[in-house]
């Protein structure tokens, strides 16, 4: 496992702002990179195999916290598309 002292400031507040938002240019530009730059820079700061791996374990850390399993994610959804509006109405009111 990759360790936040194995990553340079920046990296680090990139890979946790990647965390939060899941877009690369608004995490380089959070991280301090510039508007013009933030881009490419996203970019390659998800090549970074120490950055990529911090980023892949923060996720399957904050997975296994949540017991987000696929197939529960598949049977969540299916209750949401699945589900009787009828069933919160008492007569015409909610």
């Known amino acids: 496992m990759i360790k936040e002292d194995e990553l340079t400031d920046k990296q680090l507040i990139f890979a946790k702002e990647y965390l939060v938002c899941m877009n690369s240019t608004e995490s380089a530009k959070k991280a301090g990179y510039s508007e013009k730059t933030a881009y490419s820079q996203g970019c390659r700061l998800l090549k970074n195999a120490k950055l990529k ?21 598949l049977e969540e959804l299916s209750h949401i598309a699945f589900f009787n509006i009828s069933n919160i109405f008492n007569g015409s009111s909610l």
């Not at 791996?53 to 994610?73: G, H, M």
């Open 53 to 73: 791996a911090y980023i892949e374990q923060s996720l399957q850390d904050r997975a296994s916290k949540l017991d987000i399993t696929p197939n529960r994610l």
